[in-house]
């Protein structure tokens, strides 16, 4: 039997072999894939093996560990062992290398004590005082009521986005961290054939141990909340359509306070109510897993429906390319054929229904696809094309664009149109004559404002007349804007009033520029990496890892080891003001004011607006 079973990433195998040293020194049985696997020996199966032989597991929890795919496996594995035995903390141990705890998944990982260097070794032999006998990764059915859909192709890739889940229905479980201290409902959000039915069935199955109560599945269209459950149980109401006012939405959320409500829904109109996780497009590995041929993987763009209907038709014999190329040949869809049933329907049947002028933008994205569709290109298309004012046009196309938005036909900004999604209203366009009027509008508009070679637009001061100026992506302006308006508001740029202010809160204020920096970052699908000329990517990995990461890794844990050390009857702020590195802690917060000036005018010159920029920068 193993008492440690060490879970990392490869990128952190010099970090953790300090750590295994040390465990091996203490006299403790590790297992480590590198160490303890023998030659030529199944990887998985002795990983399995091997998890079910150990009494903990041990996780780096790096930012690089949810994105390996065994990672999530072993964690996944292991918690769910000890929350069938009643504590899901029971069988995890995390070490945290990172500033903050946001990435950490499940929600209760994020609350946990999480071993610090030092005391590592004497922290877990007296956890393991406490675990007797190995984890037992069998997971137990819950009980069920109502009916549970039929699963739909594999399940894979998903494993995060079940991490995700289980945190968004259980943020109470870690008031410390989230803030909240009761449930609220959660949306699982995304278009037809995304996976939600699915990831809402994997979760209810595997998950189950979270439910004693049970799970409750119904579909909006007749739902039956449990109305007594006789302990904490998860209700799921599928399929909650698009339109409905805010009253019926909140009737579908169960009242009792031990029910966890999870709605289903392709809809992005109800944000509002409760929690929302929206479900991506499968990863590339994960896609190409489930197509089986790569000639097919681009065309479905991770859909998980469209790739497990052409992967099963690849694993039937049929020719990869040829499939490929049927998706493109008029007529019924090759999706229709291969499913047997109108599937392509179903995705657009918001869009059926939509506003003319919603319909009309979808039409422009189709033409502009793979481009992204922004309000200011549909309305130079429709007021060509319906000789319209220009701001009549923009009126439109803004209205569009939000219908769609909201109904789940385009991304949120950038507004991109997925290809499954394009591929369905081909085959469904009720108005070609129409179609084809708005594509030639926007081509003709794409024409007359093109910059190339031939012709580069007006002169640019200081620039070679062969060179095209340089242009920055509306998504770029506006992730530097949110950016830019964020961070002067930070302590840093705002300055700590001498001898006053609390330093856990200046220090609360920076570490939040993390992940309100990484979301912004997704949500503008803008990569955090270096880049080598001035962009959104290289001002943010100067702000997080230039300056702020060197200050938090310095000041984070000197400031909480300080803290430890609180009287129980003396405050926080008065504790602070009696520490002996509080004026060292000062001049170095106050040395960051120029670095963050300097990125805040960066981001200035990319988004246009001077707001919160000093004249003198």
Not at 3 to 12: E, I, T
Not at 551 to 564: G, S
Request: glycine share 8%; with cysteine; net charge neutral.
């Amino acid at each position: 039997m193993w008492d440690v079973f060490l879970s990392y990433s490869r990128k952190d195998a010099g970090h953790v072999r300090r750590f295994h040293e040390e465990l091996i020194a203490a006299g403790l049985k590790v297992f480590t894939d590198e160490s303890a696997v023998a030659g030529f020996a199944g990887i998985s199966e002795t990983i399995r093996r091997a998890l079910a032989n150990s009494r903990v597991l041990l996780a780096y929890y790096s930012l690089g560990y949810p994105e390996r795919p065994a990672c999530q496996w072993e964690l996944t594995t292991a918690f769910l062992a000890g929350l069938g035995e009643g504590d899901p903390r029971r069988r995890v141990l995390v070490v945290n290398p990172e500033p903050d705890t946001a990435h950490i998944h499940p929600v209760e990982l994020r609350d946990s004590r999480h071993g610090e260097p030092e005391t590592l070794v004497p922290d877990i032999l007296a956890h393991l005082r406490q675990v007797s006998g190995p984890m037992r990764p069998d997971v137990t059915p819950p009980r069920v009521h109502g009916a549970l859909p039929a699963a739909v192709g594999e399940f894979t890739g998903r494993l995060p986005e079940l991490w995700r889940l289980h945190s968004a229905l259980h943020v109470q479980e870690a008031p410390l961290v989230t803030g909240r201290t009761s449930a609220r409902p959660v949306q699982l959000r995304g278009m037809p054939g995304i996976g939600k039915t699915r990831l809402a069935r994997e979760y209810a199955l595997r998950f189950g141990a979270a439910f004693p109560g049970g799970v409750h599945w119904a579909r909006a269209a007749a739902p039956q909340p449990p109305r007594t459950p006789d302990g904490p149980c998860l209700y799921v109401v599928d399929d909650v359509p698009h339109g409905l006012p805010p009253r019926a939405v909140t009737d579908l959320t169960a009242p009792h306070p031990l029910v966890r409500t999870l709605l289903i829904t392709r809809s992005r109109a109800y944000g509002g109510h409760g929690e929302h996780l929206d479900l991506e497009p499968l990863p590339q590995a994960a896609a190409a897993a489930l197509a089986g041929a790569p000639e097919i993987v681009d065309a479905a763009a991770g859909h998980p429906g469209a790739l497990g209907l052409l992967g099963r038709a690849v694993g039937a014999g049929q020719n990869p390319a040829a499939l490929a190329n049927r998706l493109y040949e008029p007529g019924r869809s090759l999706l229709d054929i291969l499913a047997g049933d109108e599937l392509t329907a179903d995705h657009v049947r918001d869009a059926l229904t939509a506003p003319a002028e919603a319909q009309d933008v979808l039409r422009c994205a189709l033409a502009l696809s793979p481009l992204p569709v922004t309000a200011e290109t549909a309305a130079t298309v429709l007021a060509a094309a319906d000789r319209l004012p220009r701001a009549v046009a923009l009126r439109r196309a803004r209205s569009g664009l939000a219908e769609l938005t909201a109904r789940g036909l385009l991304t949120p900004a950038p507004h991109l149109l997925h290809p499954v999604t394009a591929h369905s209203w081909l085959h469904h366009e009720s108005d070609s004559a129409r179609a084809e009027t708005l594509r030639r509008a926007v081509l003709s508009s794409l024409g007359a404002t093109a910059i190339t070679l031939d012709n580069p637009g007006p002169p640019v001061p200081g620039v070679r007349k062969e060179s095209v100026p340089m242009t920055v992506s509306e998504a770029e302006r506006m992730a530097a804007f949110d950016l830019q308006v964020e961070l002067v508001s930070r302590i840093g740029i705002q300055q700590l009033p001498a001898d006053g202010g609390s330093l856990r809160e200046a220090l609360t204020s920076l570490n939040s520029l993390f992940p309100f920096t990484r979301d912004t970052l997704h949500r503008y699908s803008i990569g955090l990496r270096p880049s080598t000329g001035p962009s959104v990517q290289s001002v943010a990995d100067q702000l997080l890892n230039g300056i702020l990461r060197p200050f938090m890794t310095r000041w984070h844990p000197l400031l909480m080891a300080w803290e430890a050390h609180r009287p129980p009857h003396t405050s926080a702020l008065d504790h602070e003001r009696t520490w002996d590195r509080a004026e060292n802690f000062r001049a170095d917060l106050n040395a960051l004011h120029e670095p963050l000036r300097m990125v805040a005018a960066s981001l200035a010159a990319i988004s246009g607006a001077d707001f919160g920029v000093s004249t003198e920068v």
